[in-house]
């Protein structure tokens, strides 16, 4: 029988955070610690026996595309911490993390041996917008509510502001939630996003049929993206249909 610790919990304004301990994840059986919001959604874990080893699919499919196409990058921009699993991994890099939420730092701090000091609280765009122009190797979103990843983190006047922050060779990786075909708003976002970078490519996780939701993970950059199938973990390329472009509402800051 599946055995779950609850080791920690915190309300915050928007969502209640919770860190447990587990003896198996995902199918996976082991020892893991793992970092979930109130909608049931893991946002982190490591394996307690193997600390450094990357658990989650998602972060090791973002590291592979961001090794292969631009292996001696210097710097990187986070919207969204959870427990810090790739800011972490690279330790001898220039990385700042935008996080809306002081609870999960301290979470992430306390229960996931994060030690970095290279967090900033507040909204991820309105940070963003202060960094230098082609400043930026990379930029990544992980962000998520019990809605979703934050619309105006997916606007078309979001993605021309990250464009002009990245350099000639930079990229920005988006990590969603959502179904790879009838989905109005992974549709929108990913046309959305080609209106501002030349290239584009989405991935996402196999799923029991087209409705499921899953991870996708959508790459926009200023130069060809490249990639090695077999270094995704288990993300195959997908293609996503057309949708409607997305705009700011009035009022919108960054």
């Known amino acids: 029988m599946d055995r779950l610790y609850r080791l920690a919990t915190e309300k915050t304004l928007t969502q209640e955070i919770s860190v447990y301990d587990a003896n ?10 793992f970092l979930q919001f109130s909608d049931d959604a893991v946002q982190g874990a490591i394996d307690l026996k193997d600390p450094k080893r990357i658990v989650l699919e ?7 595309l961001m090794e292969c196409n631009h292996p001696s990058f210097k710097s990187l921009f986070m919207i969204g911490h959870g427990i810090g699993t790739i800011a972490g991994h690279y330790a001898d890099k220039q990385v700042k993390v935008a996080e809306i939420d002081e609870k999960v730092v301290e979470l992430s701090r306390a229960y996931f041996d994060y030690r970095r000091d290279n967090v900033v609280i507040g909204d991820g765009r309105q940070i963003l917008s202060g960094e230098e122009p082609d400043s930026l190797d990379y930029i990544i979103v992980d ?3 019990k809605e979703g990843t934050p619309v105006h983190l997916t606007t078309a006047e979001f993605f021309g502001m990250t464009q002009k922050k990245l350099d000639a060779r930079g990229s920005i990786i988006l990590n969603l939630m959502g179904k790879i075909k009838n989905d109005r708003l992974m549709n929108a976002i990913y046309s959305t996003l080609v209106e501002s970078y030349p290239y584009a490519k989405a991935f996402s996780l196999p799923g029991k049929d087209t409705s499921a939701m899953r991870n996708i993970i959508v790459i926009g950059s200023n130069k060809t993206i490249d990639y090695q199938q077999q270094a995704m973990a288990g993300f195959i390329e997908t293609e996503l249909g057309r949708g409607h472009v997305m705009v700011d509402k009035q009022g919108t800051i960054g």
């Open 24 to 33: 198996s994840l995902y199918g996976e059986t082991g020892k893991f610690r």
């Open 58 to 64: 998602y972060p090791r499919a973002i590291i592979h």
């Open 143 to 145: 962000a998520f509510t």
